[in-house]
């Protein structure tokens, strides 16, 4: 079982970006500008077929059929809540096809023009062995978008862990709802500044700090990782953001 898969279906719940956390535009800007900062643009997507594993809510699947114009996309995802989402956000469109099945035991015998895995390759026991099982279903010339956990990128984020963890104690908060509630209050203003085209403090808090199997992993796949796997193969990075010289 998946550690993000098993966190999420004891909270029941998929605290990821939705479709109503974002007006329509807000969100077609957010997603532009992630696929912009990596040189992706939606003439780029124009009639291609895309695997996404790990829709979460299929925010970023609605993004892609109604704004790129794609010509098909499969969702994967194994968890009830973001099964639930994903059909209610997209089951209106007839290029989607829905896929409810544990990516480890996923197999599929075709190839796709994108493949994107965004923010949950961290999430499994061996992301390296994910990366590299899905890139034998990428077309030639094909592209496969994916987020790493840089331990300098997460940094802020252990801090805030440790100071929650000891405002936590301090306060003798055990109940998991109180102190969900407690932390967001704390960290609201804070987590502002970082984005407001993004999912709330609230959704941010249950994702992170209160994952505590998240925040207390090694990070074991990130940049350096990335150019070591890729270096036996035929893949060339095309972009990434931030950059790195």
Not at 76 to 96: A, E, G, M, T, W
């Amino acid at each position: 079982m998946l550690p993000y898969l098993d966190y999420y279906k004891k909270i029941n719940n998929i605290p990821s970006l939705n479709l109503n956390d974002l007006n329509v535009k807000k969100l077609f800007n957010q997603r532009s500008n992630f696929y912009f900062k990596i040189g992706i643009t939606q003439n780029d997507l124009k009639n291609k077929s895309i695997l996404e594993l790990c829709g979460g809510t299929g925010y970023n699947a609605y993004f892609l059929v109604k704004k790129c114009k794609i010509k098909n996309i499969s969702v994967v995802d194994n968890n009830p809540q973001s099964i639930r989402l994903i059909k209610k956000n997209l089951s209106k469109f007839k290029n989607v096809r829905i896929i409810n099945k544990d990516i480890n035991k996923l197999s599929i015998n075709k190839k796709f023009d994108f493949i994107i895995i965004e923010n949950s390759l961290s999430g499994f026991k061996n992301p390296k062995k994910i990366f590299n099982k899905f890139l034998k279903n990428i077309k030639h010339k094909g592209i496969l978008v994916c987020t790493l956990t840089d331990p300098i990128g997460v940094f802020s984020e252990k801090l805030r862990y440790l100071f929650s963890a000891m405002l936590l104690e301090q306060k003798k908060i055990i109940d998991f709802n109180k102190r969900h509630l407690f932390l967001t209050k704390v960290f609201k203003r804070d987590l502002k500044y970082l984005s407001k085209n993004t999912r709330s403090p609230k959704k941010w808090v249950l994702d992170n700090l209160m994952n505590e199997d998240w925040m207390k992993k090694k990070n074991d796949f990130y940049f350096l990782n990335l150019i070591d796997v890729l270096k036996s193969k035929k893949f060339l990075i095309k972009s990434m953001s931030p950059n790195f010289y």
